[in-house]
Every structure is written in C-alpha cells, then in structure tokens.
C-alpha cells in the first residue's frame, strides 16, 4: 500500500477470519470501518473495484455498498451473512452474542475447542488447525467483543434487493456458521441476479480448507464479468 494511503485512513486489515482490525479505532463499527473503506478506495484512486469478503468482511462489503454503491463494480462475498440479525433468527442472533461475550472471559485454549469445529471440518489440515488456532491465541477479548458485536447486531437485509452490481455468493456445504442451504440460499434469493456457488465439503473457512475451489469459482466470476 502507498504510505499516503496508509496515513490518510490509518490502519486497516483484514486477517484470514475475516475479522477487520482498526487501529486507533477502540470500538470498531460498521460505520466507522465503512468509512476508512470509502477513504482508501479514494485515495488509491480505485474505479469501482471488486469488493471481496469473508464472514463478517461481507457484513462491511454489504454496508459500503449501502452508503456507497456508486464506489463498487461487483461484491464477492464468502460465507456470507446481512448480519447475524439480518441472516438469522432474533433468538439464534442473541445466542451467538451471549456466548462470544462468555468464550471472551474463558481460557483461551477452551475457546479454541469450542470454535474450531464450527469454523473447519474434521478433514483439515493439521497446518490448517494450527493456523487458526494461533491467531484465536492472539485474540484480544476487548478488540473481539465489539468486532463480533457490531457486524453481529447488524441488519443488511434492506442492502440486499438493492444491489445492481454483479453478485457472487460462494458457501460450503459443511459450513454451520452461515449454512449454504439456509443462510445462502436466501442471501441469493434476495440479491438480484446474483451467483451462488455451493463448494462440496468446505467449511465456513472456506478459503483455507479449500483454496482452489474458492479460487477457480472467483476467477470464472470474474471472467464472465
């Protein structure tokens, strides 16, 4: 990235979870992040880009599209949710708030056991497992509330029948975080024109159990574009 833009936005990243990381920002918002977003698109002088998220990266793609869909040529979104409100039920939604703030004040290797399965499936790599579980050991419980928290309660649902910009969807079959045949197959109900491409055996981290899959699925996207 040009130091420019790094100085004009601050620090933004998104790591293989699919979380965002502000730095300078204590508590993360849609609305926060989305407009750093709008600020480095305009400062790299990027022309209506393909916007790409994973997990709760798509609830901030979905939420720039929202304030500024003029800005982007097409959205990729992967394991997708319009917000744990906009996506699930109001009780499931309550529930998965209430148990991150629990798993945030437990011992981090017991929150590890509990979320790799939801997040993996048994077939992957031991690489793979080790990965993720490093970066869960670097969590910090009062970065991850808010970061779970604000695209959690987030409702998108009206973004969704509004899109006119190409549209993939891509799930895996074995994801239970955002099920392919419950969660993405409403998301594409509700984008207009959009693609949904199921992978065989892949789990909500679909892009690390199943990288050429997710690959040639966004490189046939992109070339029928």
């Known amino acids: 990235m040009d130091?420019?833009?790094?100085?004009?936005?601050?620090?933004?990243?998104?790591?293989?979870?699919g979380r965002t990381w502000l730095r300078g920002v204590r508590r993360p918002t849609t609305d926060v992040d989305n407009r750093r977003l709008r600020q480095l698109l305009d400062v790299l002088g990027l022309d209506r880009?393909?916007?790409?998220?994973?997990?709760f990266g798509t609830v901030y793609a979905l939420a720039l599209y929202r304030q500024r869909p003029q800005a982007v040529g097409a959205l990729v979104l992967v394991s997708a949710y319009a917000g744990w409100a906009g996506?699930?039920?109001?009780?499931?939604t309550e529930r998965r708030i209430r148990q991150?703030?629990?798993?945030?004040?437990?011992p981090v290797e017991q929150t590890i056991e509990k979320w790799l399965p939801t997040l993996l499936t048994p077939a992957a790599s031991p690489d793979v497992v080790e990965l993720v579980a490093t970066m869960m050991r670097n969590f910090r419980p009062t970065g991850v509330r808010p970061a779970v928290t604000a695209p959690g309660a987030a409702d998108l649902r009206d973004?969704?029948?509004?899109?006119?910009?190409?549209?993939?969807?891509?799930?895996?079959?074995?994801d239970?975080?955002?099920?392919?045949?419950i969660v993405g197959r409403d998301m594409h109900t509700r984008i207009p024109g959009s693609t949904l491409v199921v992978i065989p055996d892949a789990p909500h981290m679909v892009n690390l159990e199943q990288p050429k899959a997710l690959n040639t699925a966004i490189r046939r996207f992109a070339c029928e574009d």
Request: a negative charge; zero cysteines; hydrophobic letters at 40%.
């Open 100 to 106: 991150t703030e629990r798993d945030m004040s437990a």
């Open 159 to 174: 973004v969704l029948t509004t899109i006119a910009v190409p549209t993939l969807l891509i799930y895996g079959d074995a």
């Open 176 to 181: 239970v975080r955002s099920p392919a045949d």
């Open 3 to 17: 130091p420019a833009a790094g100085r004009a936005v601050g620090r933004i990243y998104r790591d293989r979870l």
């Open 87 to 92: 996506s699930l039920s109001a009780e499931e």
């Open 49 to 55: 880009p393909t916007v790409v998220g994973q997990s």
